[in-house]
């Protein structure tokens, strides 16, 4: 709890996947993916409960393994390629009614801490905020971002660009990989980035999300180096 106020976590797997087949069980530095997800929930100081939202038989079984509970299964209606992600957290809110706030936690956030989940939290409650998304610095400052015409001309997206990168004003991306609002603010916008939302900062060391063979592969060089420096 935080604040006298009760919080449900919800850690949203489904079966399939196109950019890496069986992603939320794929081995990563000798755990499933998703288990690195419940291990930094599971030590949250303000979570009252943990649970899995899922289709697939093998993700919750695995997930119950690793100490996640798994109330119920997702219908597979709601665990389809085109299915809004907004979609399987009102459906747990639904079945896991009396929560006065929601945390979303994305499998494919193995470098989330729980400082960043904890951090999250802190940010909409102690803000009193309906809601707070994690970001991080892009990796491409989109001031430094351009268009190319069909003749292959570039022109830049932005005017006025600074000339220094020390002139640059700090901007942020959505990494996913941490999102809070308070449920009743979120049964009624039906999404998570709702008016007067609030970030939270992660470092881009943390912020890498699981699309490609290639981000599996970092995140692996990343997660055992990570092991080897403790």
């Not at 993700?59 to 979609?87: H, N, Q, S, Y």
């Not at 004003?169 to 979120?186: F, I, S």
């Amino acid at each position: 709890m935080i604040n006298g106020k009760s919080v449900l976590a919800i850690i949203p797997a489904r079966g399939g996947s196109k950019g890496v087949p069986r992603k939320n069980l794929r081995p990563l530095a000798g755990k499933p993916l998703i288990a690195w997800t419940i291990a930094a929930a599971q030590k949250s100081a303000y979570i009252d409960r943990l649970i899995l939202s899922s289709e697939d038989a093998e993700i919750i079984a695995v997930a119950k393994a690793w100490g996640c509970e798994a109330p119920f299964i997702r219908p597979a209606e709601l665990a389809r390629d085109d299915t809004p992600g907004i979609d399987p957290v009102l459906h747990a809110l639904d079945a896991l009614p009396g929560y006065d706030y929601v945390v979303l936690l994305q499998p494919t956030s193995p470098l989330r801490e729980t400082a960043d989940i904890d951090g999250g939290i802190f940010r909409c409650a102690d803000g009193d905020a309906p809601a707070c998304v994690s970001v991080s610095p892009p990796a491409q400052h989109p001031y430094w971002t351009y268009r190319i015409d069909e003749e292959g001309r570039m022109s830049p997206l932005f005017d006025n660009i600074p000339a220094r990168r020390q002139d640059l004003p700090d901007v942020y991306a959505l990494n996913g990989a941490v999102y809070v609002a308070r449920t009743l603010d979120l049964r009624h916008t039906r999404d998570f980035l709702m008016p007067g939302a609030v970030a939270f900062v992660m470092p881009d060391a943390r912020a890498l999300d699981i699309d490609t063979p290639a981000d599996l592969a970092l995140a692996e060089c990343l997660l055992e180096r990570k092991k080897c420096l403790q």
